[in-house]
């Protein structure tokens, strides 16, 4: 019998808060047995070898004893070029590469201004405004007699000729971790690495240059031509004054960019799994200095060196500069490779 006036709780909440307290007694203990089965696994002695995860993109690639019994092929792509390679490793931490890359012919426009009479064809005062030159009475002169104007300056096609042939080791120092890598080697390819040439459009020009400057040579010395002056090239200044050059023999303009043939190589790279369930599908990125021995040199058809000469106009100018900044080659590549055997 209850007191009076006390109320008898009902049976129903009673056994919803008894089954929510062991629902929670169960969640909690499960989460408990899981965190221990986590923890177990993953624990892993720090002096003991037999239990260590291989970190490694193709561990059957460096078993003990597999020198030059495998064999990898694989493309590249970076600011080298194209490339092909194969690969081979000599021991578990060593790996040889041979191959070649070539370097796309992308071509770059770019403008070399001419001179006449031993000055710029264009010049300004103080305020900005064109003054007339010699060149300005050069151009009156040859449209008189031939009805062409000339123009002030040439177009030249710049393009990079880079294509090498490279034997490089990579070397993985860490014995359970296959992944980084340094790399050290050579490549080598002709001296030549880029150059420019009179471009097509220019052809009117040079061909009124080359008569003109012959027009000049053979007139009498009290002709009126002969206060004109000649036609030059002008790609710049040196020590102050105005640099000029002449076409070369045979009427063309050329410039070439040259490095040692023989350029050491060092670097450092990542591989990993680029199928992530192959062993025998890999892909890394690699970063390094193709190492020129100086700045390349920049000649003329003439020998004129560019990189001795400063104000040079527009795009040629930039090229001029970049060339003599860079005494490495900055190397960033790609790497897809796939184990043969």
């Not at 089954?19 to 892993?44: D, N, P, R």
């Not at 000599?90 to 006449?116: E, H, I, T, W």
């Not at 063309?252 to 040692?260: A, F, R």
Request: hydrophobic share 35%.
């Amino acid at each position: 019998m209850l007191p009076p006036g006390e109320r008898k709780p009902k049976r129903s909440i009673v056994l919803i808060r008894v089954k929510s307290e062991k629902v929670k007694k169960i969640i909690v203990c499960c989460l408990m047995a899981c965190f221990a089965g986590l923890t177990k696994a993953q624990y892993i002695p720090a002096f003991r070898t037999d239990t260590v995860i291989w970190k490694d993109p193709g561990t059957n690639y460096w078993k003990k004893g597999n020198t030059l019994k495998h064999l990898e092929m694989s493309l590249t792509l970076g600011t080298t070029g194209v490339g092909l390679d194969v690969a081979m490793p000599l021991s578990r931490f060593v790996q040889v590469r041979l191959g070649y890359d070539y370097m796309p012919r992308l071509k770059k426009k770019m403008r070399m201004n001419l001179a006449g009479g031993g000055e710029a064809a264009r010049q300004y005062n103080g305020q900005g405004n064109r003054i007339k030159t010699k060149f300005d009475r050069i151009q009156q002169y040859l449209y008189e007699e031939t009805g062409m104007e000339i123009e002030d300056h040439i177009m030249l096609t710049g393009q990079l000729t880079m294509h090498n042939a490279k034997l490089l080791v990579d070397i993985y120092p860490l014995k359970y971790d296959k992944h980084w890598h340094i790399t050290a080697g050579v490549y080598y390819g002709p001296e030549q690495i880029a150059k420019a040439e009179d471009a097509d459009e220019s052809a009117t020009t040079i061909s009124l240059m080359d008569a003109y400057n012959q027009e000049y040579e053979d007139a009498d010395a009290d002709a009126e031509i002969k206060s004109y002056g000649r036609l030059t090239l002008y790609p710049g200044d040196k020590n102050g004054k105005p640099c000029l050059a002449d076409l070369a023999d045979d009427s063309s303009v050329n410039i070439s960019v040259k490095s040692n043939a023989i350029r050491p190589y060092i670097g450092f790279g990542y591989t990993g799994r680029l199928i992530k369930s192959r062993d025998d599908w890999k892909v890394s990125a690699e970063l390094g200095a193709m190492i020129w021995g100086g700045s390349p040199t920049q000649r003329m058809h003439d020998s004129t060196d560019l990189s001795d000469l400063s104000n040079i106009y527009g795009t040629l100018g930039s090229c001029v500069s970049v060339f003599n900044a860079l005494k490495v080659y900055p190397v960033l590549s790609v790497r897809f490779a796939k184990t043969i055997f």
